[in-house]
């Protein structure tokens, strides 16, 4: 059984080969994304493994079905880039991988804080030019502060216990909220708007959905504590970047730090650094020093590419068999 691998990365051939190992899986790979445009090069195949910015709108998902694609596996756990009605409509089976590491994202999450709030970006280039002067880098003990925890699934819980470990106030908003876990871990339910505004801290960790889109706004964005911290490790499209950028000039915003970005989609993952860079508000975010950017990178630790690798290869294992899929994957 053969499977077309999409936007496939060196660490994505290394644990999706190992993980298939002597199982009756091919895998052909293709560093391009799964778009409409690029759907045909699985013509033949049964299935497809796709990542986050592979475009599986409806006349891709109509060209891989015509193609013999059954089963569209995404290694990874958001799903907002897949038109699922179309693909039951057409008879697409979709699985992802909903929980292979929260650690690595909420972890990758605190420390994009830490680095953000201690300049360590700053740091690090100033000391390799033996500039050894402080001014500028002085940030602030996060023991004693508030941060706000926007959806507390399966990482935004993770994270909320982490920032606790901090000796920080943990505050949360999620339309279903986990009393129980909350009472164990000190942390404590409020409406949206209050959290925003006991946040020195806003950590986002809710999926992207059409209430999600742009939740951080010029009107949101104006409800922080003037000098507070949004961090995203969520999906790009949470923050209204324009509203954003304009809350960073004026000062009321005192920092971002970023795993995502609203237009990544082309961007991220690709070594783009002999051309010309075409965004122009992401070339704005490049010049602010308080300003920290990683390339959706929380998930990449050996832990989760591991369990990812896992889980995709067993459900294209069972697809091909007729099976059920793994527990929780099927969408
Ligand atoms: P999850 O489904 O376990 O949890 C999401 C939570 O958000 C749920 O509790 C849900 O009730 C809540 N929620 C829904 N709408 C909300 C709203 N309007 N306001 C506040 N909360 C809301 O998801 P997860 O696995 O914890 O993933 C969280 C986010 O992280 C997702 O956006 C996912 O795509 C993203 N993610 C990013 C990376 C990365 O590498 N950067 C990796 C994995 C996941």
Excluded at 68 to 78: I, S, Y
Aim: aromatic fraction near 8%.
């Amino acid at each position: 059984m053969t499977t077309a691998v999409f936007d496939a990365k060196p660490y994505d051939r290394d644990y999706l080969t190992a993980a298939v190992a002597d199982r009756p899986v091919q895998l052909v790979f293709h560093e391009f994304r799964l778009t409409a445009d690029t759907a045909r090069m699985a013509d033949g195949t049964r299935s497809v493994c796709a990542f986050v910015n592979d475009r599986l709108d409806r006349p891709c998902l109509a060209t891989l079905a015509a193609g013999g694609v059954r089963h569209v596996a995404l290694r990874c756990a958001g799903f907002n880039n897949v038109d699922l009605p179309a693909a039951r409509e057409i008879g697409l089976a979709v699985t992802r991988v909903p929980a292979y590491s929260p650690y690595a994202v909420a972890e990758h999450t605190a420390a994009l804080v830490l680095a953000l709030n201690r300049r360590i970006h700053r740091a690090f280039n100033r000391v390799r030019e033996q500039n050894f002067s402080l001014a500028g880098l002085v940030g602030f003990d996060m023991h004693g502060k508030t941060c706000g925890i926007v959806g507390t699934g399966r990482i935004g819980r993770v994270a909320a216990e982490i920032f606790r470990g901090f000796g920080m106030r943990v505050v949360a908003y999620d339309p279903l909220p986990l009393p129980e876990w909350a009472l164990r871990h000190g942390v404590e339910y409020l409406p949206f708007d209050d959290v925003l505004a006991a946040s020195d801290i806003l950590s986002l960790h809710a999926p992207l959905t059409p209430e999600t889109h742009h939740l951080i706004d010029a009107a949101t964005v104006s409800r922080l504590k003037p000098g507070a911290i949004i961090v995203n490790t969520s999906r790009g499209k949470l923050i209204d970047t324009t509203a954003v950028i304009d809350a960073l000039k004026h000062g009321h915003l005192g920092g971002l730090a970023i795993d995502v970005y609203e237009e990544e989609e082309g961007m991220f993952f690709e070594d783009l650094s002999d051309t010309v860079l075409q965004d122009d508000e992401f070339s704005r975010l490049l010049v602010f020093p308080n300003v920290l950017i990683t390339a959706h990178q929380a998930f990449l630790t050996r832990e989760a590419l591991g369990e990812i690798a896992r889980v995709t290869v067993e459900n294209l294992v069972r697809g091909s068999r007729g099976e059920p899929f793994l527990p929780d994957t099927a969408l």
